[in-house]
């Protein structure tokens, strides 16, 4: 251990008391005075001459930092040696996990810790040094969180940075010690390590470990003017033997997606915490199973007690916040969509959208904001059947955009384990390390609100006895089943109710067509069906309530809400086990097991016409209620978000190693807008003049460019 002395009395006391009490046993510490002119160096000194690892020495005149530390390297021979300013303060354990980024690999040449005050390995605040610590907090605060988030990646260096060194004694005995070229200082370091490099050595961080530095201090006593002609001249000696150094520096500065970048990441989200924030542009004023979900686990990460993050929400311009049922309250920030539309960098450490992205746009926009993106993908529905798209080529495209948006997620959260099979089979592959199941909780069902006055909805509402059908009339939701099984329950079973159709017709793949076409076919049938469209949430609420049976015979589902509902409310519930349903809902329920109308009709008999057998199957569904819950789900989403981020951001290098498409290529390229609206922009821009045409052709040109350079980017 050397520590170089020239003046800056107080500073040398903390350094010493610090060294000697977080340094091991039977290490010695030698402290070279560089003749110091202020008397009280010496005399401060000399009360640690009782510790025998303490040595002290001092130089007859003064010459400077680079002759002090020669004279040390060449009197610890052959033994390793750590040069330390006379203004750090260390942690303890610091001379451990130096030594063992020194010895991760034969090849390293030099080690560097993290300091406040350090050019490139300066945290919290990337490449910018100051002299306090975040918060108020002690050295020892500051490195105990350093080094419990620290992934010891050992990343490296152009340089080693002068304020803490370790140096290996091999490199030391293949390149030689400082050049007296840079004497008195400044540039030593920087020579070192750029001959270590050319010698076959590297130069690291030690990214488990923070040293405070002061700073600011080195030739204080010659003035500024000597200071700054001292290092003028040896940065041009550094750019005239080492070209490449100057430009290697501030690749490093700026790279976002290295080690280093990483490492410094890492330090800052524990030292600052992170920024989440959940993209809620989905919201608006009417609530669908998207909206609620959004909304529910929004307000479960809030109050969940392991989370540590400043948690913001973004809306879409113009949606109330009473829209947001109190979650505004919970959250440190909302964001306004706008606000973020110019955003030339990530505000946001990592941001999760909990529902699928419908466009390119959307998806360049989320790359943008976030340092890392997840992405919930609820199911396939879409995905595999083309009728819900209003033409094909409309299905492709979305097709293709699913599978950049997995691809291009830092982060994939998955519905149920059946989704997460249908991702493997439709060919959307997210590794292991990239992808959650998180199932959505239930358990804001049980205070889902008082239901309608009957009287209110009276002119509207069915009465009972009547089986309920809830959701859009999508064709995997099977109405026509529904409708197929009422006539044998009539035909067979004597039933006088309604099957009652709530919910919003579909602009693309519904099966009202089919409806209508079977109805003409059998007209009795209309006397037995009611179907009400869209209903507000109270109307919802009666009807779950009132209802004889929920009928839930879908085909397709990413998780299947509706029975939960229905238990919630009281009501028992008749679903398939189809996809995910059978996963959810469990082994103890009644479920159709076929789509064969009679044998459902038998069953949906069954359930309305025995109150006891009814009641069991109401308990085992409420029973399931209690696996499925927000604040398991929060906790499994968070652990979710700690993982994604001690990962790399991901950048993206194609769908499984495929190029992208020239069409969604384009779309990225312009920011999200389609081929055909770029070649429109330059037709008007042929319009408008030739200087305007020639600038926005510039601009697109630049871009395209910078996509060569780096793509998905």
């Keep these: 251990m050397v520590v170089p002395v020239f003046n800056a009395c107080e500073d040398v006391v903390k350094c010493v008391e610090s060294l000697l009490a977080n340094t091991p046993p039977g290490v ?16 401060a000194l000399e009360k640690f001459s009782i510790d025998k690892r303490f040595k002290f020495g001092r130089k007859l005149t003064n010459s400077g930092f680079v002759d002090t ?50 050019t490139i390995v300066s945290v919290p605040y ?7 610590l975040v918060g108020g907090s002690t050295v020892e605060e500051v490195d105990a969180l350093v080094r419990q988030s620290s992934l010891r990646l050992y990343p490296i260096l152009p340089t080693a940075v002068g304020h803490c060194i370790y140096f290996k004694r091999t490199a030391l005995d293949a390149v030689g ?32 470990l923070f040293v405070y530095h002061k700073g600011a201090s080195s030739f204080g006593s010659q003035g500024r003017d000597f200071k700054r002609r001292i290092q003028t001249e040896h940065h041009k000696l550094i750019y005239k033997r080492y070209p490449w150094y100057v430009a290697w520096v501030r690749r490093v500065e700026a790279d976002a997606q290295g080690t280093l970048a990483w490492a410094i990441e890492r330090a800052q989200l524990a030292l600052l915490g992170c920024r989440i924030a959940v993209d809620a542009t989905c919201l608006s004023k009417a609530y669908t199973g998207t909206q609620i979900g959004t909304l529910e686990l929004i307000r479960a990460l809030a109050t969940n007690p392991g989370l540590k993050a400043h948690m913001s929400v973004i809306i879409r311009d113009g949606v109330p916040r009473d829209a947001l049922l109190g979650v505004d309250q919970l959250v440190d920030e909302i964001v306004l969509l706008s606000d973020l539309q110019d955003a030339k960098e990530a505000r946001f450490d990592l941001v999760h959208r909990p529902f699928q992205v419908r466009s390119v746009k959307e998806l360049v926009f989320l790359k943008k904001i976030a340092r890392r993106l997840i992405i919930s993908q609820l199911d396939f529905i879409a995905f595999s059947n083309p009728s819900y798209a209003a033409h094909p080529q409309n299905w492709e495209q979305y097709r293709r955009l ?20 249908d991702a493997v089979q439709q060919g959307t592959y997210v590794d292991d390390q990239r992808f959650r199941v998180v199932s959505p909780g239930v358990d804001h069902l049980l205070d889902s609100g008082p239901a309608a006055a009957t009287e209110e909805v009276s002119d509207r509402l069915p009465q009972p006895p009547f089986i309920l059908m809830l959701g859009t009339d999508f064709r995997h939701k099977n109405r ?15 039933w006088n109710g309604k099957l009652v159709f709530a919910g919003p017709h579909a602009a693309w793949g519904g099966s009202a067509d089919d409806e209508a076409s079977l109805l003409a076919r059998n007209p009795d049938l209309k006397n037995y069906l009611s179907t009400l469209g869209v209903v507000s949430q109270a109307e919802k609420r009666w009807l779950l309530e009132n209802a004889s049976l929920v009928l839930y015979p879908s085909t397709y589902e990413g998780f299947g809400l509706v029975p939960f509902e229905a238990a919630a409310a009281g009501t028992p519930p008749l679903a398939t086990r189809a996809a995910s349903l059978g996963e959810v809902l469990g082994d103890d329920v009644i479920s159709l097991d076929s789509f064969n109308p009679e044998q459902g009709a038998d069953v949906v008999w069954s359930l309305i016409s025995d109150p006891d057998l009814a009641a069991r199957q109401l308990s085992a569904v409420q029973a399931r209620m209690s696996t499925f819950t927000w604040a ?27 190029p992208l498409d020239r069409e969604l290529r384009e779309m990225l390229l312009f920011g999200g807008k389609s081929v055909s609206a770029w070649r429109r922009r330059l037709a008007w821009a042929s319009y408008v003049g030739l200087v305007e045409g020639i600038g926005s052709l510039y601009r697109e040109i630049r871009q395209y460019i910078h996509w060569l350079i780096h793509p998905g980017r």
């Design 28 to 43: 010695p510490i030698l402290v070279l005075d560089d003749a110091s002119t202020d008397a009280r160096v010496p005399a």
């Design 69 to 118: 530390v020669n004279l040390a390297f060449a009197w610890c021979a052959p033994r390793d040696v750590v040069v330390v300013n006379s203004d750090v303060v260390v942690p303890p354990a610091w001379l451990e996990r130096l030594r063992a980024a020194a010895y991760y690999r034969s090849t390293v040449a030099t080690v560097t810790p993290f300091t406040n005050h350090g």
């Design 126 to 132: 990337r490449n910018r040094p100051t002299n306090e």
């Design 177 to 208: 010690y400082f050049d007296a070229a840079f004497s008195p200082g400044y540039g030593e370091e920087v020579d070192f390590s750029q001959r270590a490099i050319l010698a076959g050595f590297s130069n690291v961080l030690a990214d488990d």
């Design 402 to 421: 699913t599978r950049l948006a997995l691809d291009i997620a830092d982060g994939v959260v998955l519905n149920s384990q059946d989704v997460a099979k």
């Design 480 to 494: 026509l089943y529904a409708l197929a099984l009422v006539q044998v329950l009539v035909r067979k079973h004597g």
């Design 632 to 658: 398991a789900a929060a906790t499994k989403t968070w652990d979710f978000y700690e993982q994604i981020l001690s990962q790399p951001p991901r950048v993206w290098a194609g769908s499984m190693g495929q």
